[in-house]
Nanobody
Framework: QVQLVESGGGLVQPGGSLRLSCAAS????????MTWYRQAQGKERELVAS????????NYANFVKGRFTISRDNAKNTVYLQMNSLKPEDTAVYYC?????????WGQGTQVTVSP
C-alpha cells in the first residue's frame, strides 16, 4: 500500500524557516521522481519543486527559487523541503507526490502558515 506522510508544517513569522518531510512507503522510493506541491485556500494546486530519483537533479517553481531546497534520503525513503525566507504568500497546504504507473499519488498534506 502506497503511503506518503508529510510532517513539519506549522506557523512561522515572515522571514522564518521550516523544514518539511515526507516519509514514503509501499513502492521503490529510490526509483521515482518526488515532487512537492502546494495549494493555498481558494487557489489551484501548484508545483513547488521536484527531485530526480537519485537526487542529482532538482527543479523549482520561479516563486521559490533561491529560497526553498528539495532533497531526498533514499536510505530513509524520505523527501524534504527546506523553506527559508518565508513570505505570507507561501501560506498553503503542502503535499508530497509521486507518479506511479500513470497515477499521481498524494499525501494528506501539511499546513504551512506564514503570519506575523
Amino acid at each position: 500500500q502506497v503511503q506518503l506522510v508529510e510532517s513539519g508544517g506549522g506557523l512561522v513569522q515572515p522571514g522564518g524557516s521550516l523544514r518539511l518531510s515526507c516519509a514514503a512507503s509501499g513502492f521503490m522510493f529510490s526509483r521515482y521522481i518526488m515532487t512537492w506541491y502546494r495549494q493555498a485556500q481558494g487557489k489551484e494546486r501548484e508545483l513547488v519543486a521536484s527531485v530526480s530519483a537519485a537526487g542529482g537533479t532538482t527543479n523549482y517553481a520561479n516563486f521559490v527559487k533561491g529560497r526553498f531546497t528539495i532533497s531526498r534520503d533514499n536510505a530513509k525513503n524520505t523527501v524534504y523541503l527546506q523553506m527559508n525566507s518565508l513570505k505570507p504568500e507561501d501560506t498553503a497546504v503542502y503535499y508530497c507526490s509521486v507518479m506511479l504507473m500513470g497515477v499521481r499519488r498524494w499525501g494528506q498534506g501539511t499546513q504551512v502558515t506564514v503570519s506575523p
